[in-house]
């Protein structure tokens, strides 16, 4: 055969690829030890099986008509994906490529077959397309909107759950970008979430109004992480996970009105009790004057005490329940703690006390009512100079992270119980003796109504932190 060549016989005989050369018809062929691994057969078992035996009946068909071919000179070679049946029975796939080649030293034509082992490859072929498969019924059977995009946003997959929730077919939106369907007021939300992802790869939770295929609008939360390419580190694309959230609003909403119109009962309740201590001293007086029909100089300077208690108090409830109408413009807060500290220092210093402030904020700026900013500093600075014993320093300090701005009111007081700080912010409910609470619950409705938060920490002795944080 054409292995007469030394060199030939050694590079045939020590590949580690599977290799088999042989005549037309089968009877005369020779293959390789890693042909035998491949296939588990010993040499001996090999020379009494045929090439039908071994090979499944669905290839074996194609591989002799193409074997065929080549050998009446159709084509000079062919490949092709083929089942083999191992000696241990399982299935194991070759990537089988066939060529005519010639022999010097004969007229016979002969025929190398070279195998390459891709059963891993199909295996995992095999899983992958099953998990697609199941991956795929989950989509498809799913009440929430699953979507495929491409890293700039544009949809490549959509399940078939958006045509109930948005009226949309699945592939309506197909190589569309979803900014020309999300609201005009949530776009630059979105794209700042959509920017957020594609730099720091973590996932995130949006809530805006997308639209529906009728010109409506519904609101939409979206859990949205990054598809990555584990052999190169690469964003490949967007997976995000949609639910209608309208009903659930809905319900908030309502709940907020009855929680609205429980607070209006406690306030009611607790202005009637704090209304009716400073009447009834007024009405006792009263009887007195009409019983000794004398009038009583000091007497009277209670009774007029009295009613301009009742006075704040309607006052300050008046001012809780007035509805509010804030301006929201851009406001440099240094400048607005600097005119605050401007007020309250010289009255600080006449009873040994000062304020101490630092700024250490980049760009302190935000949105909002200058006026109502200034009311929450000037109330949590007079507070914490009120809780400092006899001299002291109440420290104001400002810093800004990751588009917030944060403001730590810090003083040397006396401290506030913790069982006592979860009252703080409730109607009458106050650590000065005349207190009435309204200062700190208006503070706290002001800095909410600014998107941004208070939080008081505490410790007996030591003194209190006002932290105040607010959207840069």
Known sequence: MILKSSILERVFFESRIPQMIFEFNFKENVAND???????????EWDALTLEEISHPEDYQLDMQLYHEVFTGKRPSYQMEKRYFHK????????????????????????????YDITEQKNLERVLTDNETKYRLLADNSSDIINLYLPDGRFLYTSPSITQILGYDTDELTGELPYSFIHQDDISYVRRKHMSILENRSPVLITYRFKHKNGSYIWVESSIRSIMDERTGEM?????????????????????????????????AAVAHEIRNPLTSIKGFIQLFSQTKEYNDEYMKIVQAELNRVEEIISEFLAMARPKTEKKEVLNVDELIKQVITLLNAQAILVN?????????????VKGDSNKLKQVFYHIIQNGLDSLEEKGTVYVNMTSYNETLRIDFIDEGRGIPRERLNKLGEPFYSLKEKGTGFGLMASYQIIENHNGKINIDSTIGQGTTVSVTLPM
Do not use: C, H, M
């Open 34 to 44: 890693a042909f035998f691994r491949f296939i588990g057969y010993s040499k001996d």
């Open 88 to 115: 241990s029975g399982e299935i194991i796939w070759g990537s089988l490529n066939v060529t005519s080649i010639e022999d010097p030293f004969s007229p016979k034509k002969y025929f190398l077959a070279q195998i």
């Open 236 to 268: 490949t694309g967007l997976i995000s996970i949609s639910r209608d959230i309208s009903s659930r609003l809905e319900k908030d909403k309502l709940l907020q009105k009855s929680e609205k119109l429980a607070v209006v009962g406690q306030l009611a």
């Open 353 to 365: 006390k000062e304020i101490n402030y630092v700024n250490e904020a980049a760009i302190p700026i």
